[in-house]
């Protein structure tokens, strides 16, 4: 599998706050890595800094060999996919318009979207299964529903990596469960999915590697196995052992 993006023993913060030190990260093509951290640990900190928003207060970030910085803002959208948590829609959007703004990074300064790109969103729409929401307006459906189409979105940039901001949160049991399905086929698909979960049994059925933000560190990225174990889970969430195990049935 090829290497996408990879973090050289980076510094992570901003405004002069040093969250996470000496990070190593590497996300290989067709995997779904896991980050899991208590809440003020740092990881949307380190997604904004993997994504290019904020700079690596030191180190560097390569996407496909190559230092973050010297990637315009338009390129790294070609690479990486962004879907954020799903939020309550305030701008009445048809679902195929929401997943058009996708191909903004595809299309020039001047131009407006051709064939190919309404090509690209159907083909994108049709993956996701939300064919029939098509011409619904993104406040008419579910939340389930519109986290479908922020995954389109992003498909639609065509990128090889997607970043997913805790996908599951405020989904009911059902979608949560189609969603872990939806991410377990991107990565089937030869798509690198890189995502935070509050949600650790949701880590053990999705993740093909796992790292945990732990007191300004980052541990691993290793084996499922060998880091979600109750004794490390327990210290990280501050739990007892014991609770953990009632709760993931270990």
Not at 104 to 123: C, E, K, M, Q, Y
Request: proline letters at 4%; charged letters at 20%.
């Amino acid at each position: 599998m090829s290497l996408i993006l990879e973090a050289h023993s980076i510094d992570v913060g901003y405004r002069g706050r040093t969250l996470l030190t000496n990070v190593h990260l590497s996300i290989r093509q067709a995997e779904v890595l896991v980050l899991l951290g208590p809440n003020g640990s740092g990881k949307t900190t380190l997604f904004r800094t993997l994504m290019g928003l904020l700079a690596p207060v030191t180190g560097t970030v390569y996407l496909s060999g190559k230092p973050l910085v010297e990637w315009s803002r338009n390129e790294i959208a070609r690479h990486i996919g962004y879907v954020p948590q799903s939020q309550q829609a305030t701008l009445a959007y048809s679902i195929f318009d929401l997943v058009l703004m996708g191909r903004a990074s595809r299309i020039g300064l001047f131009d407006t979207p051709n064939s190919h790109d309404r090509d690209v969103v159907w083909s994108c729409i049709e993956r996701m299964g939300i064919t029939h929401l098509a011409s619904r307006r993104q406040t008419e459906v579910s939340g389930g529903e519109r986290q479908l189409a922020l995954i389109a979105r992003a498909l639609a940039q065509e990128p090889a990596m997607l970043v997913m901001d805790e996908p599951t949160a405020s989904l009911d049991f059902g979608n949560q469960i189609r969603m872990l399905a939806c991410i377990r086929a991107l990565r089937d698909q030869g798509i690198a999915v890189l995502m935070t979960t509050h949600q650790p049994e949701h880590a053990l059925r999705v993740a093909d590697r796992l790292a945990l933000l732990r007191s300004g560190h980052v541990e691993g990225p290793g084996p499922v196995a060998e880091l979600a174990t109750p004794s490390s889970l327990a210290s990280l969430y501050g739990v007892a052992k014991e609770d953990i195990q009632t709760a993931l049935q270990l």
